[in-house]
């Protein structure tokens, strides 16, 4: 099997299961649009925002570095893992303890910072107490905790060549968090409308339009995540090399701060438009924000299974003689594949906000849509070139990029969120990860060369941009012409690839 397939068939298995994952979990969106308004979606996205970040906290950078490790000692893989799972461990129980004391605080915190702002603009919204903030923080702090310790194990599965019972885990996770969410957003509401048996009882401890439902949903899925890894969990073995252990923090903690500064970018957005802009917009502002970039998730998706795939991927081959080929082939159909998804999801804006995003309230928001799908083009590109840090255990370069990519975000969200809100978070999104991309490029050339086809690569970036501009802002979003355009693309794609398109599907 070549190279190239073998690449492709791991990143589809992935693919597959973060595919179905996410896209059923995004089928979720219209039903947070149509039971919450937007100041209500506006809490649950400030608070999956702040988890977003300590997720980072938790993992320490430790997936990567496991990958990394088990290449550098191929005959001590046990204690690669026994070191790994340990640090995890060790970094959750050191921040419950210095959380826990302060949920309290916290909870006035969040509140003040996000929910209070609504409490004044709209006094009926229901989950914006401060007893309610604390039984948020509760249970995401356990979310944190159990889904850290699930990462190492879930990255054994990878490593060990195990697609199917990664995917089988992970989709039963995805499907007792939707499954619980439509029994406590939709079922029960109806079940309690057209008072059928047992509607009594419920009534009397269900909250109509708790958003903390979507939270306790969570938290049961990762419980019944880690339980399913026990087997993993239970081949780990209190035999751990304290070199290697400290070694592999100093690999990982570079990877921990890029990580941060990655979520940064991503989340800080979200945060920063509840804290600037004036109490009577700023949860709903948040929250209409939130909602439209829910369509750049397609492209996310392809992203994140193109990583699942590539980081093992590139470090098993990273011995290889033509190396430096392969990655910069791959690259070139990441672009082309990335560039497809961004102008099929403008060309069809329309018929994705009608359908997953019903909310009427939630439309004036669409012009986000392009320069977000577009930084998330950026953003794939950079994650690729970020193979060169990673492999010549250079992590402090991840820190850099990510760094100044991070300092970009609240920098131009400070100076323009007050004046543009929710445009000014989108575009400053595409600028940081345009940033982040061509400093990788620049420093990975200098210290990791890879033959990267520039020209090519740019002509397909450059021309899908042309193709979007004419889709969303000439033809308005017209469904028709955006799919002929897309079509023509596609069609040029395959014109010009052709000859590799046939020579990879013809080896074995």
Same mark, same amino acid.
Request: aromatic letters at 16%.
């Given at each position: 099997?070549?190279?190239?397939?073998?690449?492709?068939?791991?990143?589809?298995?992935?693919?597959?299961?973060?595919?179905?994952?996410?896209?059923?979990?995004?089928?979720?969106?219209?039903?947070?649009?149509?039971?919450?308004?937007?100041?209500?979606?506006?809490?649950?996205?400030?608070?999956?925002?702040?988890?977003?970040?300590?997720?980072?906290?938790?993992?320490?950078?430790?997936?990567?570095?496991?990958?990394?490790?088990?290449?550098?000692?191929?005959?001590?893989?046990?204690?690669?893992?026994?070191?790994? *799972?340990? %640090?995890?461990?060790?970094?959750?129980?050191?921040? $419950?303890? /210095?959380? +826990? &004391?302060?949920?309290?605080? =916290?909870?006035?915190?969040?509140?003040?910072?996000?929910?209070?702002?609504?409490?004044?603009?709209?006094?009926?919204?229901?989950?914006?107490?401060?007893?309610?903030?604390?039984?948020?923080?509760?249970?995401?702090?356990?979310?944190?905790?159990?889904?850290?310790?699930?990462?190492?194990?879930?990255?054994?599965?990878?490593?060990?060549?195990?697609?199917?019972?990664?995917?089988?885990?992970?989709?039963?996770?995805?499907?007792?968090?939707?499954?619980?969410?439509?029994?406590?957003?939709?079922?029960?509401?109806?079940?309690?409308?057209?008072?059928?048996?047992?509607?009594?009882?419920?009534?009397?401890?269900?909250?109509?339009?708790?958003?903390?439902?979507? *939270?306790? %949903?969570?938290?049961?899925?990762?419980?019944?995540? $880690?339980? /399913?890894? +026990? &087997?993993?969990?239970?081949? =780990?073995?209190?035999?751990?090399?304290?070199?290697?252990?400290?070694?592999?923090?100093?690999?990982?903690?570079?990877?921990?701060?890029?990580?941060?500064?990655?979520?940064?970018?991503?989340?800080?957005?979200?945060?920063?438009?509840?804290?600037?802009?004036?109490?009577?917009?700023?949860?709903?502002?948040?929250?209409?924000?939130?909602?439209?970039?829910?369509?750049?998730?397609?492209?996310?998706?392809?992203?994140?299974?193109?990583?699942?795939?590539?980081?093992?991927?590139?470090?098993?081959?990273?011995?290889?003689?033509?190396?430096?080929?392969?990655?910069?082939?791959?690259?070139?159909?990441?672009?082309?594949?990335?560039?497809?998804?961004?102008?099929?999801?403008?060309?069809?804006?329309?018929?994705?906000?009608?359908?997953?995003?019903?909310?009427?309230?939630?439309?004036?928001? =669409?012009?986000?849509?392009?320069?977000?799908?577009?930084?998330?083009?950026?953003?794939?590109?950079?994650?690729?070139?970020?193979?060169?840090?990673?492999?010549?255990?250079?992590?402090?370069?991840?820190?850099?990029?990510?760094?100044?990519?991070?300092?970009?975000?609240?920098?131009?969200?400070?100076?323009?969120?007050?004046?543009?809100?929710?445009?000014?978070?989108?575009?400053?999104?595409?600028?940081?990860?345009?940033?982040?991309?061509?400093?990788?490029?620049?420093?990975?050339?200098?210290?990791?060369?890879?033959?990267?086809?520039?020209?090519?690569?740019?002509?397909?970036?450059?021309?899908?941009?042309?193709?979007?501009?004419?889709?969303?802002?000439?033809?308005?979003?017209?469904?028709?012409?955006?799919?002929?355009?897309?079509?023509?693309?596609?069609?040029?794609?395959?014109?010009?690839?052709?000859?590799?398109?046939?020579?990879?599907?013809?080896?074995?």
């Amino acid at each position: 099997m070549s190279t190239a397939r073998k690449f492709a068939g791991q990143t589809t298995v992935y693919g597959i299961t973060t595919i179905a994952g996410r896209v059923l979990s995004f089928f979720l969106t219209p039903l947070y649009t149509k039971a919450y308004p937007a100041g209500t979606y506006g809490i649950l996205t400030t608070m999956f925002a702040y988890v977003s970040i300590l997720n980072a906290v938790m993992a320490f950078g430790m997936e990567t570095t496991f990958f990394r490790y088990l290449n550098k000692y191929e005959n001590n893989k046990q204690r690669v893992y026994n070191n790994a *799972f340990a %640090s995890v461990v060790s970094i959750t129980l050191i921040f $419950l303890l /210095l959380v +826990l &004391p302060f949920i309290s605080p =916290i909870a006035d915190l969040i509140n003040v910072s996000a929910s209070a702002k609504i409490v004044h603009a709209h006094r009926a919204v229901v989950g914006t107490s401060h007893a309610d903030f604390i039984t948020y923080i509760e249970y995401f702090l356990a979310i944190l905790v159990l889904d850290a310790w699930c990462v190492i194990p879930f990255a054994k599965l990878r490593a060990d060549g195990r697609p199917g019972k990664y995917s089988l885990i992970k989709t039963i996770n995805i499907g007792i968090f939707i499954s619980l969410n439509l029994i406590f957003i939709w079922l029960i509401p109806f079940w309690m409308r057209h008072q059928l048996a047992g509607s009594a009882w419920v009534g009397h401890w269900y909250i109509k339009g708790w958003v903390g439902y979507v *939270f306790l %949903s969570n938290l049961f899925a990762s419980i019944v995540t $880690l339980i /399913l890894l +026990l &087997p993993e969990l239970l081949k =780990i073995r209190f035999d751990f090399d304290r070199k290697m252990l400290f070694e592999m923090y100093a690999y990982s903690w570079p990877i921990l701060i890029a990580n941060l500064s990655y979520l940064i970018n991503e989340n800080a957005d979200k945060l920063m438009l509840g804290w600037l802009l004036p109490p009577k917009i700023g949860l709903r502002d948040v929250g209409i924000y939130g909602a439209c970039a829910k369509i750049s998730i397609f492209l996310s998706i392809f992203i994140n299974a193109f990583r699942l795939g590539a980081e093992p991927f590139f470090f098993n081959h990273a011995k290889n003689k033509n190396a430096s080929q392969t990655y910069a082939r791959i690259m070139e159909y990441f672009v082309i594949a990335v560039c497809i998804i961004f102008i099929g999801l403008i060309a069809n804006i329309d018929l994705l906000m009608k359908y997953f995003i019903p909310g009427h309230s939630y439309w004036v928001g =669409i012009n986000v849509i392009p320069p977000l799908v577009f930084g998330y083009v950026s953003l794939g590109i950079y994650m690729n070139l970020s193979v060169w840090y990673k492999l010549s255990d250079q992590t402090k370069y991840g820190l850099y990029i990510s760094g100044i990519g991070a300092i970009a975000t609240i920098v131009l969200n400070v100076l323009f969120i007050p004046t543009y809100s929710y445009m000014a978070s989108a575009w400053t999104s595409l600028i940081a990860y345009t940033i982040m991309m061509i400093l990788s490029y620049l420093w990975g050339q200098k210290n990791y060369p890879i033959p990267y086809n520039l020209k090519k690569n740019g002509a397909y970036i450059i021309s899908s941009i042309i193709i979007v501009f004419l889709s969303f802002y000439i033809f308005k979003h017209n469904i028709f012409a955006g799919d002929a355009l897309l079509i023509g693309y596609v069609l040029a794609a395959y014109f010009f690839e052709r000859k590799d398109i046939k020579a990879i599907l013809s080896r074995k």
